[in-house]
């Protein structure tokens, strides 16, 4: 099993808060990843990072912010959320820049 | 044209039968190839890597053809187990010269018993 795991699992809050999804891993692994994926639908990157300090947009483009403070912390966040942000949201780590990825859980957000 | 593209789904196939994916990807860069499983309403899981020279872990079998940029998957004497979402992942430069995965949007597998 990966050690990387995302909090909250599930997640339903209301038009205009602000909330953060959270990932830690354990492995050491410098390289972190937030993919977005609707039920069905394919695995869209959003963020990543290559280490502390290092974080580049994705390939679709999201209202969300990561930082990377820590090596085993990649935390996204969103300051207003909206019905338009309901998904789930897949966060994962790799050893070697390229090199497969685990991922975590996931966290399904629903906005209301 | 999409970077990484799959043969639609979905799949029905009986069990015991084989089975084969297709992969084709467009960044002739590339160095890095996957094939992962993702259950339903679950997290993807690396299958296998995919190398140059094909490789096996049993019934699964993966091959890679650089010339054409194409990834296959067969798998043999097919399980219900087997029923899941087969993503073709393949790695990409970015404008920064950084690798990151790309994945294609998978195809269904479902096994009839």
């Known amino acids: 099993e990966a050690d990387i795991y995302q909090t909250p699992r599930y997640l339903v809050i209301g038009t205009g808060k602000k909330i953060t999804l959270e990932c830690s891993q354990t492995?050491?692994?410098?390289?972190m990843y937030w993919y977005q994926q609707d039920p069905g639908m394919e695995l869209h990157l959003i963020h990543y990072?290559?280490?502390?300090?290092?974080?580049e947009k994705g390939d679709l483009s999201s209202e969300s912010t990561v930082s990377r403070i820590r090596t085993e912390h990649f935390p996204l966040t969103l300051e207003s959320a909206r019905p338009s942000h309901t998904s789930q949201y897949l966060c994962?780590?790799?050893?070697?820049?390229?090199?497969?990825?685990?991922f975590g859980q996931g966290t399904r957000l629903t906005v209301v | 044209r999409k970077e990484v593209e799959q043969d639609p789904g979905p799949f029905n196939v009986p069990e015991g039968a084989t089975v084969a994916f297709n992969c084709t990807y467009s960044?002739?860069?590339?160095?890095?190839f996957f094939w992962y499983r993702q259950d339903c309403r679950k997290e993807p899981k690396l299958l296998m890597s995919?190398?140059?020279s094909g490789n096996e872990d049993g019934r699964f079998t993966a091959q890679l053809n650089r010339a054409s940029q194409y990834i296959s998957l067969l798998i043999r004497d097919s399980k219900l187990s087997d029923s899941a979402t087969y993503l073709c992942?393949?790695?990409?430069?970015?404008?920064?010269?950084?690798?990151?995965?790309?994945f294609g949007t998978g195809t269904r597998l479902t096994i009839i018993p």
């Open positions: 994962a780590s790799s050893e070697v820049q390229g090199e497969d990825a685990f």
């Open positions: 995919v190398y140059s």
């Open positions: 492995m050491g692994h410098d390289k």
């Open positions: 960044n002739s860069a590339s160095q890095s």
């Open positions: 992942v393949v790695n990409k430069k970015s404008n920064f010269g950084n690798e990151k995965l790309t």
């Open positions: 990072s290559y280490g502390v300090n290092s974080t």
